[in-house]
């Protein structure tokens, strides 16, 4: 089955909106084994709709439309998925009263337009909206299956989860599976190169690698019968990237860096704080995102300023004046003292020009100290993180703050050893 | 002039990339005067590549492709679009010598199909790459234009700044402009209640909402010759927002809270800190995202146990005995002792339950408290920022945050009154 996802709005071809739905439902296709091979954007213009919809079933056997499906004029998704499949717009009892239901609990009122969003092809198998007032809805045909959902990306997404999917399954006769191999520590050229033959090779399962700020995300995908098949069909080729890139390896089937080390903090008990110059909050905010971290994260501070960097962290006035601010010095003090401020078993910290001003000859933008300090362990690595113009403030932050934490879960894992 | 983006790329019908290229395209069209009335996204396939192209071209002035330009194979963006014109592929010997200086300066080697990207329709303009080895063009014959552009973001926008845009000068005859008015502390639906008759009775300027996590961003925009006249013509539209909804407008034409908040710190020389317990240092990282901050934010704390509030802070035992830590009583302790430690002018402080786990029925999920402190004032705000099973922790996080930012930004401005 070929699928064609048909996005409606004219804040999408104006730009203000960036598409997030067709990248996810895609995604969800792809684990049913529907294949996309297009997906078209079109404004609320009921000409150009009406078109595109021709176009998206002349090549398509299902197509999924999100927008148009709102209580205002310009909002034709219906009207239009109706005309082409011949069919009436009827009054969806149920529909109307979720969307009384769903006024009655909210501070303003319902207006007539909102009745209009009750009204359902003939036939239709209608799906409830869990978190707005359009419904959605499906109508099949001679072959050609029409699914209707709202714009709104949560919206959306909890219809296709919880009414789309099961709907969906009975068009599905194989799954896509996939499991993602989390590297650190090497660039995306270099697993390239190193990978290049495995790449080209590998038919069933594929391998692909995707880069992220300062990540590279290996990402094995199998189409098979089953689950278990799939992730079978998986071994061989895991192995051998194993062999070739395993030393980076951090992590499969996480999610970012933050969530392994937090989860491996958590399994093996280990405490850390986090004393923050150029990354100014990131690293605490990024351990905080997850939950359960209190039992593992008392807290930290960010220094941005020499004071506090000598009030809080007791970093020597000497030390800061001799090396200053930015140096493997103060980075190491830094560390200890935030260590020693909170008792936890590691203590981090992150010193550099995160830029766009401030850099000199000696010490330029992008030049980050990243250190880690244990009981009688400490650690520190000078990194040059900008790589010229189109480098920002935020890559480099982003940069330093994973340095920190891959430097954290290392000196953890060590911790272990 | 009518254009389509037409994006080529397995990697997007798979879900594994979201299509930005489109969205910003579309931006920067607007600003143009080109209309946008369709995205396509297609996957690396000869035919299919060839169909989206003549359908694209049959309702388009003006294509413009991204991807498809890489060494590989199933790189076919040239060939495709050459093939539609009938040109051939000819060696672009400048493009040639700059993909052999790119390789000089890397640490690793070119590869024979990297001298592919060097060929280039015959008499098209050609379009160099300033940060990647993929040359773009454009060709134009019988009042059809098309402009081949890179797929990674990073090198499609530095392309079409430094190169199509000149080039794209000549289509339009008027421009776009747009101003954004920032409005924080009120709803969608109650904005949208209040500027309906403006919002349905604005044709040129146009007025539309945006909301965007916590906030809602009214988006002005008037289509004339120059931009001076466009500006004029928004401000009797202006007037009457700032009638209608003008005491929730921080700012006008500036990005966020954070940036807003730090350049009127900076030109009043307001000194500032944020003593945090559930944003965990989102607070921190925000204000400390932009350039110049270290002239105004000496740096605060991320006090996520108790023992931390006591330490660094000063929160008296008894508070959070009597009181807990997710209490008015602590958040006000908290902007206090932070204000008192860094000797800032206001201290802002943050403490409730993120969750997804830790809530009560006292204190559920979602209830924060921030408060900010200054020499002779002092505020508290008690929020419940959970709207039920779709709040996220991040959510949670993100809208607390931008309290804080937005009292910090509050009780900037009464000291300067």
């Known amino acids: 089955m070929n699928a064609e996802i048909l996005c409606i709005g004219t804040e999408l071809l104006l730009g203000n909106v960036v598409n997030t739905n067709a990248a996810w439902l895609s995604q969800q296709l792809a684990r049913l084994g529907i294949n996309v091979f297009h997906h078209t954007v079109v404004g609320d213009n009921s000409q150009r709709l009406e078109e595109a919809l021709q176009i998206a079933f002349d090549r398509a056997d299902l197509v999924i439309t999100t927008g148009g499906l709102?209580?205002?004029y310009d909002d034709l998704s219906k009207e239009t998925v109706s005309n082409y499949f011949n069919r009436q717009l009827v009054l969806h009892q149920p529909s109307l009263e979720k969307i009384h239901e769903f006024f009655a609990k909210r501070p303003y009122s319902m207006v007539p337009n909102n009745e209009k969003q009750a009204y359902q092809p003939e036939g239709a198998v209608v799906f409830t909206n869990h978190s707005g007032t359009a419904p959605g809805a499906a109508i099949e045909q001679d072959g050609k299956?029409?699914?209707?959902?709202?714009?709104?990306?949560?919206?959306?997404?909890?219809?296709?989860?919880?009414?789309?999917?099961?709907?969906?399954?009975?068009?599905?006769?194989?799954?896509?599976?996939s499991r993602d191999l989390q590297l650190f520590g090497i660039g995306e050229s270099l697993t390239e190169a190193l990978l290049k033959d495995l790449m080209t090779s590998s038919v069933n399962p594929t391998l692909a690698p995707y880069a992220k700020e300062g990540e590279v995300n290996l990402r094995i995908t199998a189409s098979a019968a089953t689950q278990a098949e799939g992730y079978a069909m998986m071994e061989p080729l895991m192995e051998k990237i194993n062999k070739l890139v395993g030393q980076y390896i951090y992590g499969i089937d996480v999610p970012d860096l933050q969530t392994a080390l937090v989860t491996y903090l958590l399994e093996h008990h280990i405490t850390v704080s986090a004393a923050e110059s150029c990354t100014g909050g990131l690293v605490s905010k990024s351990i905080t995102d997850i939950p359960g971290c209190s039992d593992i994260y008392p807290g930290g501070v960010c220094s941005y300023s020499n004071e506090m960097k000598m009030k809080w962290l007791h970093v020597s006035p000497a030390t800061l004046q001799i090396h200053g601010a930015v140096s493997e010095e103060t980075a190491l003090e830094m560390a200890q003292g935030i260590r020693q401020a909170t008792g936890s078993d590691l203590g981090v910290s992150t010193t550099g020009v995160a830029g766009p001003d401030g850099g000199t000859a000696e010490k330029p933008v992008g030049l980050v100290y990243v250190a880690v300090a244990g009981e009688n362990y400490q650690h520190v690595e000078k990194l040059n993180i900008s790589y010229g113009e189109l480098t920002t403030r935020s890559m480099i932050r982003q940069r330093a703050t994973k340095h920190a934490l891959y430097q954290l879960l290392q000196a953890a894992k060590r911790l272990k050893r």
Chains 1, 2 share one sequence.
């Open 70 to 72: 709102g209580p205002t």
């Open 145 to 177: 299956v029409a699914i209707m959902l709202p714009g709104p990306p949560r919206e959306m997404k909890l219809m296709f989860e919880r009414e789309v999917l099961p709907y969906l399954q009975k068009f599905s006769d194989h799954v896509i599976v």
